[in-house]
């Protein structure tokens, strides 16, 4: 038996266990469930900041959507064509719902501003999302696996948010996303599944090199991005930095079937 049969499948139960495991060594003041509902926006400002979140969260989804469909068709492999071909139709669909919601907030139609968006995420991944599989697998961890500790503190701590909006993702995006995480580790796993102890050291080496590339590259919007997270739904930005290295180990940590103890110095999000 593989040492991976012998781990617990990823789920969204197992998720929650390793994020609040996290909580308590490192943030016990961060609330298990959330403490307030979220509000409407309601002055100007807080709309403008809003907007910016929205088209934000857009672009993330577009820029997948692009990435995927430049990709796919280098992949001779049917079962992961049928995957992606899923996540595009999704992350897809959820690009439109938050577009249609900005337009609804804005009063004007955001697909420049988000297009804009798109771009800026093409400038600082480069070709690391389509240069080969290894990049393509870095890219899925840090759009897919790797922000979960975002999604998970801004469920408990946002303060605004928009009722149509939050219904969508509960509805339809919290479910398509599980689905996603859950497609990335099926690919993965049987690839790695199929290698030698030998070939194994190689693939985790190579995994681990294409994931740093793409944790420097996404540092600086990172960063940016969870200011603008609190300026616009007032998530608590303090503990992130923390709670995404560790999240981000902990997921490397499952992926490659090594403790924690044995992977390299990773760089942080605050490097
Ligand atoms: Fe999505
Ligand atoms: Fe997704």
């Known amino acids: 038996m593989t040492a991976i049969l012998t781990r617990p499948a990823w789920t969204t139960d197992l ?11 490192y943030a016990p003041h961060i609330p298990k469930k959330r403490a307030q509902e979220p509000r409407s926006p309601e002055t100007d400002e807080e709309r403008e900041n809003f907007y910016r979140f929205r088209v934000a969260g ?18 001779a492999d049917p079962e992961l064509q049928l995957f992606l071909s899923r996540q595009i139709g999704d992350d897809g669909a959820h690009a439109q719902n938050t577009r249609l ?23 600082y991944m480069g070709d690391l999302p389509i240069r080969n599989w290894q990049g393509f697998l ?18 408990r701590t946002s303060k605004i948010n928009d009722p149509d909006s939050a219904k969508f993702a509960a509805e339809r995006i919290l479910p398509d996303e599980a689905v996603h995480r859950l497609g990335v ?9 199929q290698a030698s102890p030998a070939e194994k050291e190689d693939l985790i080496a190579q995994v681990i090199e294409a994931d ?60």
């Open 15 to 25: 998720e929650l266990e390793i994020f609040d495991k996290l909580l308590d060594k």
């Open 58 to 75: 857009a672009a993330h989804d577009l820029f997948i959507v692009q990435v995927c469909a430049k990709i796919i068709d280098s992949f």
């Open 101 to 123: 919601r900005a337009q609804a907030i804005s009063g004007h139609d955001p697909i420049e501003d988000i297009q804009k968006q798109v771009q800026k995420h093409w400038d």
């Open 138 to 155: 870095a890219f899925e961890l840090h759009y897919e696996l790797h922000i979960v500790a975002l999604l998970f503190i801004n469920s």
């Open 185 to 193: 580790v099926d690919w993965w796993q049987r690839k790695f599944d």
């Open 212 to 271: 740093e590339e793409g944790q420097r590259r996404r540092n600086p919007y990172l960063r940016d991005h969870w200011q603008l997270s609190q300026k616009a739904i007032g998530i608590e930005i303090d503990d992130l930095p923390v709670l995404y290295d560790t999240w981000r180990q902990e997921v490397l940590s499952y992926f490659l079937d090594i403790p924690i103890s044995r992977l390299p110095k990773l760089v942080s999000v605050n490097d």
